[in-house]
């Protein structure tokens, strides 16, 4: 990072920070992009997963066909680099668009991390929100591929994902508002800025007074009105920013 620009982060009293595609460099795979998991299989929408039973049947075989690269996940330099920031209390609160779990898994307590688009390593109950674990899931699935539902209401059971045409969760969704609303210096690594509302953010710390910060490999959409941007590598820009490995 360029010594003014680094100089101006290390001063900055608030930071927020908002990753997309921060994971890919663990080894899973974006779902967006060309070559993207959405541009080999079309995505299954809310809609038809509430209303066929095909339609459920088939989002558990795509999630448990993935189960081996999400265990095999581990977090990267740039997941370590947004922890230590975390640590230091120089960032308040990671907004994310990753359902990987692996922002927690680098040492990010639970209450810092705000998922936009939800979690795919548990599961719960679309009515009650019963939580389920996964192996239990997969065990019973495997059997005859049936779907779950709820052994509290006998509501689907679904992982805690949010899918194409579902409702964004309210309370993340609120929660980043504030966090973004409150940051000096906000940091976009790895998101293209095109799914909205999540996209939102960036633009609305800008236009609060926050340095916008991007960090991706290729252009967004917000490129014009950041401050600075970086098409680098983020475990790299990151790291050797913060110093870590």
Request: aromatic letters at 6%.
């Given at each position: 990072?360029?010594?003014r620009?680094?100089?101006?982060c290390?001063s900055?009293?608030?930071?927020?920070?908002?990753a997309?595609?921060?994971?890919?460099?663990?080894g899973i795979p974006d779902f967006?992009s060309p070559?993207?998991?959405?541009?080999?299989m079309?995505p299954i929408?809310?809609s038809d997963?509430?209303?066929?039973?095909?339609?459920?049947r088939?989002?558990w075989?795509?999630?448990?066909?993935?189960e081996?690269?999400?265990?095999?996940?581990a977090p990267?330099?740039?997941h370590?680099?947004?922890?230590?920031l975390v640590?230091r209390?120089t960032?308040a609160?990671?907004?994310?668009q990753?359902?990987d779990?692996?922002?927690?898994?680098?040492?990010?307590p639970?209450?810092r991390?705000?998922e936009?688009?939800?979690?795919t390593?548990?599961a719960?109950?679309?009515?009650c929100?019963?939580?389920?674990?996964?192996?239990?899931?997969?065990?019973?699935?495997e059997?005859?591929e049936?779907?779950?539902?709820?052994g509290e209401c006998?509501?689907?059971v679904?992982?805690?994902?949010i899918s194409?045409?579902?409702?964004?969760?309210?309370?993340?969704?609120q929660r980043?508002e504030?966090?973004?609303r409150?940051?000096?210096?906000?940091?976009?690594?790895g998101s293209?800025?095109?799914?909205?509302?999540a996209?939102?953010?960036?633009?609305?710390?800008?236009?609060?007074?926050?340095?916008?910060?991007?960090?991706n490999?290729?252009?967004?959409?917000l490129?014009a009105?950041?401050?600075?941007?970086l098409?680098r590598?983020?475990?790299e820009?990151?790291?050797?920013?913060v110093?870590v490995?």
């Amino acid at each position: 990072m360029p010594p003014r620009q680094g100089k101006q982060c290390e001063s900055s009293r608030r930071r927020g920070s908002h990753a997309g595609l921060i994971s890919t460099e663990s080894g899973i795979p974006d779902f967006r992009s060309p070559g993207g998991i959405w541009t080999r299989m079309a995505p299954i929408d809310f809609s038809d997963f509430l209303a066929s039973e095909e339609a459920r049947r088939e989002t558990w075989r795509r999630r448990f066909a993935m189960e081996e690269t999400f265990r095999a996940a581990a977090p990267n330099r740039g997941h370590r680099a947004v922890a230590e920031l975390v640590r230091r209390a120089t960032a308040a609160a990671v907004i994310t668009q990753n359902i990987d779990g692996l922002h927690q898994a680098s040492g990010i307590p639970d209450e810092r991390v705000i998922e936009l688009h939800g979690n795919t390593t548990y599961a719960h109950c679309l009515d009650c929100k019963t939580r389920y674990e996964l192996d239990a899931l997969r065990i019973a699935f495997e059997r005859d591929e049936t779907p779950p539902l709820c052994g509290e209401c006998g509501g689907f059971v679904k992982t805690a994902t949010i899918s194409f045409g579902q409702a964004m969760p309210l309370e993340a969704m609120q929660r980043a508002e504030i966090e973004t609303r409150a940051a000096d210096l906000f940091i976009v690594a790895g998101s293209s800025l095109v799914v909205y509302p999540a996209a939102a953010f960036p633009e609305l710390a800008k236009h609060n007074g926050a340095t916008l910060v991007i960090i991706n490999r290729e252009p967004t959409g917000l490129d014009a009105t950041a401050d600075l941007v970086l098409n680098r590598s983020i475990g790299e820009t990151l790291g050797t920013a913060v110093g870590v490995d």
